[in-house]
């Protein structure tokens, strides 16, 4: 597996590029910003882009999608509970300060237990609501792999007091299903530094 990782955009939103080495297919996760940068990994290691996956409809993990998609074709997947924050984009960004994308397209709804194939790869997707309605996480079981997007960070979780945010949701989907996987899993978190299940299970004070 190929896997970069790209903290992007001023709230440093990672990216992940992941590509199949045999087939050079590859899933772009949270395109937030700095297109011109995920695109110069995408050339570099020679990947065609087949999924654009969000784990939630956040500007900082959303805000490059549309762009991603005008240069690579490839289609916009997020789970459709999350449908409404993409109408409140110009609100969003107007919180952070950045430019609002304009409008943003999905192609396709991703649910529970849906796959996601990129050439061998293969991820299921877990929705993880909490830290929004549409919240999903991606699972990679022949690797191990978690991205988590805003649900589960290095000793903390993701917060739930902006609109559609529920703290019971997000313990219920951290206790249900993330920490439902093995724990040497990595866990690439939406923002800051990767950890495992195990690492998390044993010392998140949010999960104790
Ligand atoms: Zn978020």
């Not at 996956?53 to 789970?79: E, F, W």
């Not at 409404?84 to 529970?112: H, N, R, T």
């Not at 530094?193 to 998390?200: A, D, H, N, R, S």
């Amino acid at each position: 597996m190929i896997h970069e990782i790209l903290p992007v955009g001023p709230l440093q939103c990672n990216c992940s590029i992941i590509g199949d080495e045999a087939s050079h297919e590859a899933v772009v996760i949270d395109p937030g910003d700095d297109i011109q940068d995920i695109l110069a990994l995408i050339a570099k290691h020679n990947l065609r882009v087949k999924q654009i996956v969000i784990t939630h409809a956040h500007i900082d993990h959303v805000g490059g999608a549309m762009k991603l998609r005008a240069a690579t074709g490839a289609p916009i997947l997020l789970n459709q509970n999350d449908y409404a924050l993409l109408k409140m984009l110009d609100m969003q960004a107007a919180w952070v300060g950045m430019a609002s994308p304009g409008k943003v397209e999905i192609d396709q709804s991703l649910a529970q237990a849906d796959t996601v194939k990129t050439g061998a790869l293969v991820a299921q997707v877990i929705h993880t609501p909490g830290h929004t309605e549409g919240s999903v996480c991606l699972y990679f079981p022949a690797q191990k792999k978690l991205i988590a997007g805003d649900t589960l960070f290095a000793g903390s979780i993701g917060r739930t007091d902006l609109p559609g945010g529920s703290f019971e949701k997000i313990i219920d989907s951290l206790h249900e299903k993330v920490l439902a996987l093995p724990d040497d899993t990595i866990v690439v978190p939406g923002h800051g530094p990767l950890t495992t299940i195990g690492e998390e299970r044993e010392s998140n004070p949010f999960l104790k």
